[in-house]
């Protein structure tokens, strides 16, 4: 073991390429500055995914734009040369300070959360965006809109953008004008039109957690209903088809930053859809680019032909386990009987 | 209004028929028996959705198979020889007896509801669809399953169907032996895989209500989302084609059951799409049938294609609208200001 956790942290100094030279860039998903130094030392090429909820949470009023600016700016200056994609607030009303507090949702994971939120609390959410842009000064910066589900929320959002650069260029102070505005696909719709969105945007970043709850119509909290959350449903894998090749298309990038994209099982499927980031929490990292640093892309791409002809989820699985044991037979051991 | 009440209720009696002579089945939406002699005079050609709720709600058991069989029975023999389309139940636990109650749901609409929940209480399916066959003797039955997500839930279904099948031959009950299986497609990844479930199914029945719902991660009950609840959303338009397509690909009939098969300002582009049966609440029949009688499916097909090149749900909307009053200047006056 001891001789295997060495192997592991020798990779973390390696980039994550496969063996015909695909470059596919390993970040960190990270919440506090705290967890800089962990994800540096997985060897995170940047942050694929900070989120910016803990700085909402658990206080009587929300952060205002010097609190914010100082701790989006000790991310990018901690990780600089490297991107931060930084996420704006991911949450539902119920979860926030009581004066904006809706708590009457019968169904919150369907309700006023994430953008949405951020668009009817116009004022809240126009101080993160002062906030974002004025930290790209110190490194490089990314802002992620999560929870789209079409082309007039992202022109909404876009606007604000717009007047928070030019409030800040009035004011003479200092943002970078070039600084690249992503969504997250996670709602079906925006999955259908990907190629719609991928015009507007300067990348993706593919949610699957909320992706697959929300395509499912499964809450994969509901213990009852737990069983349907299949990562590998072939509406899933056809889902990710589409939005992979609507980012190709419009040449922008696209990554993944949900829990799929840190598990080694499915590395080798994700690069055939042509995954060019995969964030994940840092201890994640070497394992994944383990996988990554031994296939080539034409791999993943035969092996995703493969599991696309399976008509259940239970079958895709069985087929990529099979396949990956075989390949990886140290990494993918079956459990033992 | 008298002359043009006289006009719509002469509808009723005419076939649902375009120009070109393409027949589309316009039939009831009805959950109680009382509700049939409306339907008939509005012309419906069948119950393209009998909703078996009523039959368990607000009980403190659920109801036996004698119960079931007469509901279903009367049904079946008021409207022969029409078709009625039975759906099995489409509740979530929390609706139903308390020794079966589920309630600390915190998303109902992603918990164990309809097909989930009759699967995992299976008994009480297998009650339900021993009445459904049973009833199937005495005129043109089909039965409906709601909420499939995937194939593996369909088969598990048709393995209950075939126990029953097998049962009531080894019993000497009389029942229709090639009575028609179909779902509802109102899950998104249901949509994304029609070409799949289609292969496996006598008939797709598209249920929008829930269909738009999931599609966009919008509960259109919340007050603070319902904005986002868009029929026109071009993702929407998409999938509809998608199933569509897969349907036609099949060979079998794909229908709507959802509200927006009751509005006339649709029925072109549904024409369009090809659906062949539109089943909605009785007293929309005529407009929807007026609009039908007076248009070419290519049409249709053309005004859809104009649409799927626009990029927001709300030009769209005003595309159809613009289009749609037009033509049909009467039913479509523009709001007075
Ligand atoms: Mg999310
Ligand atoms: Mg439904």
Redesign the interface.
């Known amino acids: 073991q001891a001789a295997r956790d060495e192997e592991l942290l020798g990779l973390c100094l390696l980039p994550g390429e496969t063996l015909d030279g695909v470059r596919v860039h390993l970040r960190g998903n990270v919440e506090l500055t705290e967890e800089l130094p962990l994800a540096l030392r997985h060897g995170a090429e940047g942050v694929g995914l900070f989120r910016s909820e803990f700085l909402y949470l658990n206080r009587s009023a929300p952060p205002g734009e010097e609190e914010q600016l100082s701790a989006y700016r000790a991310v990018l200056e901690a990780m600089a040369p490297q991107p931060v994609t930084i996420r704006s607030l991911d949450l539902g009303?119920d979860k926030l300070a009581p004066e904006i507090n809706?708590s009457d949702?019968?169904?919150?994971?369907?309700?006023?959360r994430a953008v949405?939120f951020s668009l009817?609390e116009r004022r809240l959410f126009k101080t993160q965006l002062r906030a974002i842009f004025r930290a790209s000064a110190f490194g490089q910066a990314r802002l992620m809109l999560p929870?789209i589900?079409?082309?007039?929320?992202l022109w909404a959002c876009r606007e604000l953008c717009e007047e928070v650069k030019a409030e800040l260029t009035a004011e003479g102070v200092a943002y970078d004008p070039g600084l690249p505005i992503g969504i997250m696909i996670e709602?079906?719709?925006?999955?259908?039109?990907a190629d719609?969105l991928a015009r507007e945007v300067d990348f993706f970043s593919v949610g699957t957690n909320?992706l697959i709850?929300?395509?499912?119509?499964?809450?994969r909290?509901?213990e009852?209903?737990a069983y349907?959350y299949?990562p590998l449903?072939?509406?899933?894998l056809?889902?990710l088809r589409l939005i992979c090749q609507a980012a190709r298309a419009a040449s922008i990038p696209v990554g993944m930053c949900g829990e799929m994209a840190s598990d080694p099982l499915y590395t080798l499927v994700l690069l055939g859809l042509g995954f060019d980031e995969l964030s994940m929490n840092p201890p994640s990292i070497p394992r994944v680019k383990e996988v990554l640093r031994q296939v080539r892309r034409s791999e993943g791409e035969d092996l995703l032909e493969q599991l696309l002809t399976l008509?259940?989820?239970?079958e895709i699985n069985r087929c990529l386990e099979d396949e990956m044991t075989r390949r990886f037979p140290v990494l993918f051991r079956p459990p033992a009987p």
């Open positions: 009303g809706i949702e019968l169904n919150p994971a369907l309700g006023l949405r009817k929870m589900s079409g082309v007039a929320e709602i079906p719709s925006a999955a259908l039109i719609l909320d709850q929300y395509f499912l119509a499964v809450d909290g509901n009852h209903v349907l299949e449903h072939p509406a899933i056809r889902a008509p259940t989820a239970s």
